[in-house]
């Protein structure tokens, strides 16, 4: 006699969503990963943003196939009441199917392999300028050298923190350190961290933390009610000093973005000296021992402090090209307060999401980040194929009527300039009963 399902109402599903009890329906079956939480390779954010719903689509983006077998040990035993799928899920999954019979998830090509030459060659050409030569401007090429070097790291771990670039688990662990911690001194942990939140939130205000720059810019209005993030765990707090530099952030955003490296070296370093749990954090902290060894012995060997600081400028304000690439995808995008909703993955992922028009000889500069909806959509597919899949996701969006967003790289710094200058022009208004220090009043007396 075939033994009759249990089920529970999606009600009661969603009550099941805070830390210590964390239940997610995946095809219309109910999982508890309350414990599991605790060792997932993404982290337990995820599993918290979310948990009392159906999380289907985001399981497909983020696992291969294989994964599908281990569900069974967290089977509740339970099914979801009136569980349906939208036309668009359908599709989407449709399309991730037939990309996995295609093998496109393996085939890797040989990006990895020619961005580390790449790399090695900018690391020996940018030392040799600072060790064997005397003119100041090799000085300061060779710290815009070591710019360069450190964008396509970051392509690296971007890339190696969403899917297996290497032959092997422990040669792309080797990679991620190598490229991540020791030559950038950016924890790829931490890098981890981040972007798994930023994926599965994507561009949610108090969830996102690729929106979260607070004091310094504001995407949107919202910002003002000084919201809650639960990446961070802390409120953003707008104050009258946040007021003063959102106020003029359109003006200061790129000089912001040379530095904004900066801000990366402390969410590493915060993250890896925190209690919070690090896999093999013993080898993120040496990792990034190593970078602060080798880059500030190399900066000692210019001949004076000027040309120290013109190389690490240099170095740092080249980088800033990426920073400014991070954010054309998204900034200018549509925003949300509240979770994710595994309901409307694949909707939530095209609106908040901005594609770079470029020809195919300028992939190698942005990185795979110009196909950013693909990449959203399918985060394990490695960018070599993101160009070929692009027009039947292009067409799966005219299909549902849905938005699939793509500027220039200049449109796209014109609009994210807009929606910065927007936003700046409302934190402007003094009606706003936000604490007013004496800066404030001295700048906006006469307007």
């Known amino acids: 006699m075939t033994e009759s399902r249990r089920y529970i109402s999606r009600a009661e599903l969603e009550s099941h969503k805070k830390p210590g009890d964390l239940w997610i329906s995946i095809q219309g079956k109910i999982y508890d990963v309350t414990e599991w939480s605790h060792d997932h390779p993404g982290g337990a954010l995820p599993l918290l943003s979310l948990a009392g719903q159906d999380a289907t689509d985001a399981f497909v983006a983020y696992h291969p196939g294989l994964a599908w077998q281990y569900l069974d040990k967290f089977f509740t035993g339970y099914y979801l009441e009136d569980y349906s799928v939208s036309e668009v899920s359908k599709d989407y999954r449709k399309l991730a199917a037939e990309f996995s019979k295609m093998g496109l998830f393996e085939k890797k090509g040989h990006v990895t392999c020619i961005t580390l030459c790449f790399i090695a060659l900018l690391f020996c050409i940018s030392v040799y300028g600072v060790l064997c030569c005397d003119s100041a401007w090799v000085h300061l090429c060779s710290g815009g050298l070591m710019g360069f070097l450190w964008i396509q790291s970051g392509w690296i771990g971007h890339d190696s923190g969403h899917y297996q670039v290497m032959s092997t688990r422990k040669f792309n662990r080797f990679t991620q350190i190598l490229t991540g911690n020791c030559l950038a001194g950016i924890s790829i942990a931490w890098w981890k961290w981040n972007y798994n939140a930023h994926h599965i939130a994507c561009n949610s205000l108090d969830f996102d933390p690729d929106l979260q720059h607070m004091p310094f810019f504001a995407v949107s209005s919202k910002f003002f009610h000084s919201l809650t993030s639960y990446f961070y765990e802390r409120k953003m707090t707008f104050d009258s000093a ?5 106020s003029y952030q359109h003006w200061t955003y790129y000089p912001v973005m040379c530095f ?4 990366l070296f402390a969410q590493s370093l915060i993250l890896l000296l925190s209690k919070r749990k690090v896999p093999n954090r013993g080898q993120e902290i040496l990792g990034v021992l190593v970078f602060w060894t080798w880059y500030p012995l190399l900066v000692s060997c210019l001949p004076n402090w000027t040309e120290r600081l013109m190389f690490v400028v240099a170095s740092f304000a080249v980088t800033g090209i990426q920073h ?3 954010c054309l995808n998204h900034f200018s995008s549509s925003v949300y307060l509240g979770p994710p909703s595994g309901n409307d993955w694949f909707e939530k992922q095209t609106e908040g999401t901005l594609n770079i028009l470029c020809s195919s000889w300028m992939d190698w500069f942005h990185g795979g980040l110009q196909f950013q909806i693909e990449h959203h959509l399918f985060p394990r597919l490695p960018r070599c194929h993101l160009r070929k899949v692009s027009p039947l996701v292009k067409e799966l969006c005219k299909k549902h009527s849905l938005q699939y967003n793509c500027a220039s790289f200049w449109k796209a710094n014109v609009m994210t300039i807009g929606t910065l200058r927007s936003a700046a022009l409302q934190a402007r ?10 800066v404030w009043e001295a700048v906006n007396t006469h307007g």
Request: hydrophobic letters at 45%.
């Open 429 to 438: 208004d003094l009606t706003s009963p936000v604490p007013k220090n004496l």
């Open 324 to 326: 400014v690439q991070f």
């Open 260 to 263: 904004a490296r900066i801000n």
């Open 242 to 246: 946040t007021r003063f530099l959102v």
